[in-house]
């Protein structure tokens, strides 16, 4: 990809944008998981930090390629060797909020981690790039239906848009699509986009989440 598109310092600074607008969204999203099933919390936190690991890596290595026309390769190969398990994980600890009851646990982070990592040893992108898909999608479902549970549809829209700008993104990222300074401007505004969306859905659906538990307690009180 560097090869076909020569990054400007302010297009790789705009990187930046959409991987801080990420971490505020999964770190609320692993606190809204914690909210509902407490001891998910730190998978669901861990998650969130590998998921903004992966981005910062491809956004460094952008502006490597813009400040100093240096291709780093492997910090853009480490993209979605954190996605994925990142995802995963914080897939995992939304499912347990949604059912307010433990997933099995340690098969799943093992065989998640295992694959990972064999992946990126024998450099092949397909099924991390898979795996972070169906993990991201299980994530924002499980997100938009807890919301809906608990009356949120304006969280529930969110989740849906950013749901609906993946593909997108896909799209402008592919091979198959010139990847010019102007298509480039367009994928990361459609990146922030997508990100807000997911931190505006996760702090609002946070919020929900902890009115029903100081329900919950007062009720219990």
């Not at 990420?22 to 809204?32: K, M, N, P």
């Not at 969130?48 to 460094?60: D, E, P, Q, R």
């Not at 799943?108 to 397909?126: E, M, N, S, T, W």
Request: charged share 10%.
């Amino acid at each position: 990809m560097s090869g076909e598109v020569d990054y400007t310092v302010s297009l790789a600074l705009v990187d930046f944008l959409p991987v801080v607008l990420t971490g505020i969204g999964t770190v609320y999203l692993a606190r809204a998981a914690g909210r509902r099933l407490p001891s998910v919390f730190v998978w669901g936190l861990t998650g969130a930090v590998l998921i903004v690991t992966g981005g910062a890596c491809k956004a460094v290595w952008k502006l490597i390629i813009a400040s100093t026309t240096n291709d780093v390769t492997w910090l853009d190969d480490l993209l979605f060797v954190f996605l994925m398990p990142g995802f995963a994980l914080l897939a995992w600890a939304l499912m347990g909020g949604l059912r307010q009851a433990h997933v099995r646990r340690w098969p799943y982070v093992i065989g998640v981690i295992a694959l990972a990592v064999v992946a990126a040893f024998l450099r092949k992108p397909f099924p991390l790039t898979l795996g972070t898909a169906v993990f991201l999608v299980i994530a924002t479902v499980a997100a938009a239906v807890l919301a809906h549970r608990l009356g949120d549809d304006i969280a529930v829209g969110a989740f849906i848009l950013q749901l609906v700008l993946v593909p997108l993104l896909v799209f402008l990222g592919s091979p198959r699509i010139t990847q010019s300074i102007g298509q480039q401007w367009l994928e990361e505004i459609t990146n922030a986009v997508a990100q807000g969306a997911l931190a505006f859905g996760a702090i609002r659906l946070f919020g929900k989440c902890a009115h029903a538990a100081q329900d919950s307690q007062l009720q219990e009180v």
